[in-house]
């Protein structure tokens, strides 16, 4: 068996930034010469980025691609590359990947297995190409081989590729990839972050570098790339069943290439036929030692990842969107006070991987924090939070909003709207020729407070080219608890994926532990220690989100049971009684309540700002959860249940 050295890379792409996208491949491409890599896999459309949407539509896009490859293959001098690119063959359209060889392309694999769930809409841009099929592309005046192709080196090693999907299916390394038994297989991938699901990737690897007695080779993206995916960066090489190498997931570094060195066996098969190219060329060897079985997996917890993910996505957000810091109305509550926490360990996270003037030139364009010397300086620009006070704020709330808005650094600003609600209310009830009354006009006395609060930072905003930050959790866009064009106002909506039960007990260790190596903030203990409340009623009324609601825990549960896993309103309650073990009156008034919510808040899910997917329960109808706006409500199936239990 040959030595040699492998490399996967995570790249930090930006769809159709053809410019930047073409200098960190080339920033890639430069370390692994450097680094005497024999092969090295690429992200799946690492040229274009892969969020172009209904841009793989456009024909000019492929060829603008092509033309990207073009100048980036002189810089592959000495080494095989394995680049993720968007193809036409023959009219139609493919997710691909482009195989360069020591300065010269060789040829094309593409993608079998289209993503079409959930986040992804593959089937619409792309068709999957055939088991077995191969044809010919032109690539300025020459002739090229696509499809399903393997490559044999003049040493006989054999490179065969899956590209993302196509090793989440159960059939993998069908057609050529298993007439021609490659040695080595690269997988360029864009796989969307979720909760845990690195450990499936994990065994998707070492599984097909079992499969095929040799070894494999993960790339991913490594950005929030278009806006509400996150990729995690997540790079695996596996050597005969074996991971031998990850790279560090969650990183603010552009160009992150890992490397390995291992054994690959030559196939003496000399099976010969149209999908199989022979190449007069070879990886070299090596005499570095073999790198041995991984022992540094990373095990993150599902807090952990919340935080590092989050941090990510909000700072290739800020970056990429070209803005000028985060205005936030910070009420004193979990909610807002996470998106501020968050805020504060982006800064941390970043300066500390990538020092405080590598951070600042990423944000070369942010020029009022270029002559900051440390986080402290940096985030009374990246975060202005405000406090908006009404009548029926209470001193508990603005102390904690105040406290933490100084414990971490951040601009703090009161505005009293007390008037501009008074002024509202005395415009309508003047056109309506009568007073208002709690008894009779509760929610929209309630609404109305949300709502004045939304010019004074929209206009904050506007002033320092920021992102205005919306803080509504997927609890209450669940149930709708939340006011249109007032605390659902803003550009990005981080907690839209994440129940409201997660964030109580994340803010809590926040306070108390710390994580990832962020410091803790013990100011979040005046947000801890109170129950959640909209704080729209009147003093003494003691208003309590769960009881204009009921129990998160409960709100969650019937959530997942019914829109995660598809069970009927029978089965939900069953579960409710086994779980919570209510009366059966509470448990019916939940579910029907819920139901209600649900159906008729179906148009404010439609309105929210973009929100990151963090796990398989996401809400965003854009992306992952879709539900009429207008619908029966489940009303035939509450009365139905309500026969049965109460008969």
């Not at 190449?279 to 952990?304: A, D, F, G, I, M």
């Not at 508990?396 to 009161?414: P, Q």
């Not at 994926?497 to 964030?503: I, P, S």
């Not at 029978?570 to 939940?590: C, N, R, V």
Request: aromatic content about 10%; proline content about 4%.
């Amino acid at each position: 068996m040959d030595k040699i050295k492998v490399a996967t890379v995570a790249l930090n792409q930006t769809p159709l930034d053809w410019e930047g996208n073409e200098r960190r491949l080339i920033e890639a491409l430069g370390k692994a010469v450097e680094q005497e890599i024999g092969i090295v896999c690429f992200p799946e459309m690492a040229v274009s980025g892969y969020g172009c949407e209904d841009v793989f539509l456009s024909d000019y896009l492929y060829d603008e691609s092509l033309l990207v490859l073009k100048s980036i293959i002189p810089y592959t001098k000495d080494i095989t590359a394995v680049i993720g690119i968007p193809l036409k063959v023959e009219g139609r359209r493919y997710s691909a990947l482009a195989l360069v060889v020591d300065a010269k392309l060789v040829g094309f694999y593409c993608k079998k297995h289209l993503a079409n769930d959930g986040l992804h809409y593959e089937h619409r841009w792309f068709t999957p190409w055939q088991d077995g099929a191969v044809s010919e592309v032109d690539f300025y005046g020459g002739s090229v081989p696509a499809g399903d192709l393997v490559f044999e080196f003049s040493n006989q090693q054999r490179l065969g590729f899956e590209i993302c999907e196509d090793a989440w299916v159960d059939s993998r390394l069908t057609g050529n990839q298993h007439v021609f038994k490659p040695t080595v297989i690269c997988n360029p991938s864009a796989s969307h972050f979720a909760f845990q699901k690195h450990h499936t990737r994990q065994k998707l690897v070492t599984d097909g570098a079992s499969m095929v007695g040799g070894t494999y080779l993960y790339s991913n993206m490594s950005s929030n790339e278009a806006g509400r995916i996150i990729y995690d960066g997540s790079c695996i090489i596996a050597d005969d069943g074996k991971i031998v190498s990850e790279n560090k997931r969650f990183s603010f570094v552009e160009v992150q290439i890992d490397e390995a060195v291992v054994s690959v066996r030559k196939d003496e098969s000399n099976k010969v036929g149209s999908g199989l190219i022979e190449l007069v060329w070879h990886p070299k060897n090596t005499n570095e030692l073999l790198s041995e079985e991984s022992t540094q997996l990373e095990r993150y917890s599902v807090e952990q990842e919340f935080l590092l993910a989050e941090t990510l996505a909000l700072f290739d957000y800020l970056r990429k969107s070209y803005s000028k810091g985060f205005i936030l109305s910070l009420s004193g509550g979990v909610d807002s006070a996470t998106c501020a926490a968050l805020i504060y360990f982006m800064v941390q996270r970043a300066v500390n991987e990538l020092g405080l003037e590598k951070f600042k030139e990423r944000l070369s364009y942010f020029t009022q924090i270029q002559d900051a010397k440390s986080v402290e300086d940096v985030m009374p620009y990246m975060l202005s939070c405000v406090y908006q006070a009404t009548a029926n704020s209470g001193s508990v709330t603005e102390n904690a909003a105040k406290s933490l808005a100084e414990e971490i650094s951040s601009t703090y600003s009161f505005f009293d709207v007390e008037s501009l609600v008074q002024g509202y209310k005395s415009i309508v009830s003047k056109a309506i020729n009568r007073e208002f009354t709690w008894e009779q006009d509760d929610l929209a006395l309630q609404n109305i407070q949300a709502r004045v609060r939304a010019p004074g930072v929209w206009f904050m905003t506007n002033l320092r080219g920021g992102l205005l930050v919306t803080t509504s959790n997927r609890s209450e866009a669940a149930v709708g608890y939340a006011t249109m064009d007032g605390d659902t106002c803003g550009s990005i909506c981080p907690l839209g994926g994440v129940d409201k039960t997660f964030l109580r007990n994340w803010l809590v260790k926040v306070e108390k532990e710390g994580l990832c190596g962020c410091t803790p903030i013990p100011s979040l203990k005046f947000v801890n220690e109170q129950e959640p409340t909209a704080e729209l009623r009147p003093p003494g009324s003691e208003q309590k989100d769960e009881e204009d609601l009921m129990p998160y825990e409960v709100l969650d549960f019937i959530e997942k049971a019914s829109i995660r896993d598809k069970k009927s309103p029978a089965d939900i309650f069953s579960g409710l009684m086994d779980t919570f073990s209510p009366s059966k009156e509470k448990a019916y008034f939940w579910l029907e309540k819920f139901y209600a919510l649900w159906s008729r808040n179906q148009w404010k899910r439609e309105r929210y700002a973009p929100s990151f997917h963090m796990d398989d329960e996401n809400l965003d109808p854009k992306t992952w959860c879709r539900f009429p706006i207008i619908s029966g409500g489940y009303k035939r199936e509450m009365n139905r249940l309500k026969s049965e239990v109460f008969k």
